[in-house]
Each structure stands twice: as C-alpha cells, then as structure tokens.
C-alpha cells in the first residue's frame, strides 16, 4: 500500500505562481514512475506531468513551458512548480503513480482568480 499527499495548494492571482509537493509513504520516487494530472469541475482529468525513475520529462502541451516537475529522492516528494498560472488552470491536482495498484492521492485545489 502507497499512500499519496498532496499539498501545497491555493488561490493565487492570474500570472501568478504555486509549487505543489507530493510526498510518498513508501520509499518508491526514486524507481517509479510519478504523474501530476489535474481536473477541472465537470471536465475529465487530465495529464499534466510526468517524471521517470532517471528523471525523464512529459509535460502537457497546455502546460509546457510554465509548470515544471521535478523529485527529490532522499525526501521521497514530487513537485510541481507552476508559472504564469491561467484561470483555465483552474483544478483539483492529484498525484498519481502505475506503481503497483495505481495509486491517487486525494488531491489539492489550486484557483486561479483575481
């Protein structure tokens, strides 16, 4: 069993930024693969980011070049910075990793608003 925490969440101005963190209860960042998908009210989630065990990148073409995910092993935590945030950003952001069962954590709202 994982269990996934989010944090790191919450309401920020239009251009603004956040830095989202996502800390495993197992040692499992250094060799699984971890996602970030986000979804938006009455929207499917999506793909936002992922990260390889050799720390690998995919990003989605709507967030390229303003979020950028990263981990720290030893902290066993994934992070999501996000730049220039639009108010189509907008979503709760969950963690996610295929390890295993699959594993979500319960996620954390992030609002983009003036």
């Known amino acids: 069993q994982v269990r996934l925490v989010e944090s790191g969440g919450g309401l920020v101005q239009p251009g603004g930024s956040l830095r989202l963190s996502c800390e495993a209860s197992?040692?499992?960042?250094?060799?699984?693969?971890m996602r970030w998908y986000r979804q938006a009210p009455e929207k499917a989630r999506e793909f936002v980011a992922s990260?390889?065990?050799?720390?690998?990148?995919n990003y989605a073409d709507s967030v390229k070049g303003r979020f950028t995910i990263s981990k720290d092993n030893a902290k066993n935590t994934v992070y999501l910075q996000m730049n220039s945030l639009k108010s189509d950003d907008t979503a709760v952001y969950y963690c996610?990793?295929?390890?295993?069962?699959?594993?979500w954590g319960q996620g954390t709202q992030v609002t983009v608003s003036s």
């Open positions: 996610n990793t295929p390890y295993g069962d699959n594993y």
């Open positions: 197992r040692y499992i960042v250094s060799f699984a693969v």
């Open positions: 990260i390889s065990s050799g720390g690998s990148t």
